[in-house]
């Protein structure tokens, strides 16, 4: 239903462009707002915000009895996917839940290098005639590691087996991954720690 007050056309401006808008009220609280005309053609723009909206549409819901997923006491509710009678329950849920991923060693992340250097330490660039300088003493004084380089990608079928990795500066790792600097001209794992 319009009135007079809506009828007036006014221009909103939302960000760089002006909007040509009617003036209307909230149909929840009943607060004044402006409403583009394109919403309103379409049958919209009745709520001033979407808590409104939100609002509204509660009002035709009915309360459903449901049963919480941690504590099992029944509640009630007007949404029935609702899962805990209170915060408390959703909090310790999430608590449980997290305890659970944690304990799970599937769901930690596999690092190679770590495990090769928790082993072995740090390990020297591996490429021969790189000239980067990045020995074992240098490493070491810097506190710095060589990247741990798959000759045969895991992607094409290879493992992580010593004489399929090596060890190298992460110039040679990018000169290695784009095939510049090829197999024979690294020393493998396997032929550095024996």
Same mark, same amino acid.
């Given at each position: 239903?319009?009135?007079?007050?809506?009828e007036?056309?006014?221009?909103?401006?939302?960000?760089?462009?002006?909007?040509?808008?009617?003036?209307?009220? @909230?149909?929840?609280?009943?607060?004044?707002?402006?409403?583009?005309?394109?919403?309103?053609?379409? #049958?919209?723009?009745?709520?001033?915000?979407?808590?409104?909206?939100?609002?509204?549409?509660?009002?035709?819901?009915?309360?459903?009895?449901?049963?919480?997923?941690?504590?099992?006491?029944?509640?009630?509710?007007? =949404?029935?996917?609702?899962?805990?009678?209170?915060?408390? @329950?959703?909090?310790?849920?999430?608590?449980?839940?997290?305890?659970?991923?944690? !304990?799970?060693?599937?769901?930690?992340?596999?690092?190679?290098? /770590?495990?090769?250097?928790?082993?072995?330490?740090?390990?020297?660039?591996m490429?021969?005639?790189?000239?980067?300088?990045?020995?074992?003493?240098?490493?070491?004084?810097?506190?710095?590691?060589?990247?741990?380089?798959?000759?045969?990608?895991?992607?094409? /079928?290879?493992?992580? =087996?010593?004489?399929?990795?090596? !060890?190298?500066?992460?110039?040679?790792?990018?000169?290695?991954?784009?095939?510049?600097? #090829?197999?024979?001209d690294?020393?493998?794992l396997?032929?550095?720690?024996?």
């Open positions: 239903m319009t009135t007079q007050i809506e007036k056309i006014i221009k909103k401006r939302e960000g760089a462009r002006w909007r040509k808008c009617y003036r209307r009220n @909230c149909a929840e609280c009943g607060e004044e707002f402006l409403a583009p005309i394109s919403e309103v053609k379409r #049958g919209e723009a009745k709520f001033c915000s979407r808590n409104c909206s939100a609002a509204q549409s509660n009002k035709n819901r009915k309360l459903i009895e449901l049963v919480c997923v941690v504590c099992d006491s029944v509640f009630e509710s007007k =949404s029935p996917q609702a899962k805990y009678c209170t915060t408390s @329950c959703k909090r310790h849920q999430k608590a449980k839940i997290s305890k659970a991923y944690q !304990a799970d060693p599937k769901n930690h992340v596999y690092h190679l290098s /770590g495990k090769i250097r928790k082993k072995h330490g740090r390990l020297p660039c490429v021969k005639n790189c000239g980067c300088g990045w020995t074992k003493e240098f490493l070491e004084a810097r506190e710095i590691i060589c990247d741990i380089h798959h000759l045969n990608p895991k992607r094409d /079928g290879g493992d992580d =087996s010593y004489s399929n990795l090596t !060890a190298a500066c992460p110039n040679s790792h990018r000169l290695l991954d784009r095939g510049i600097i #090829g197999i024979n690294v020393i493998t396997e032929d550095y720690l024996t």
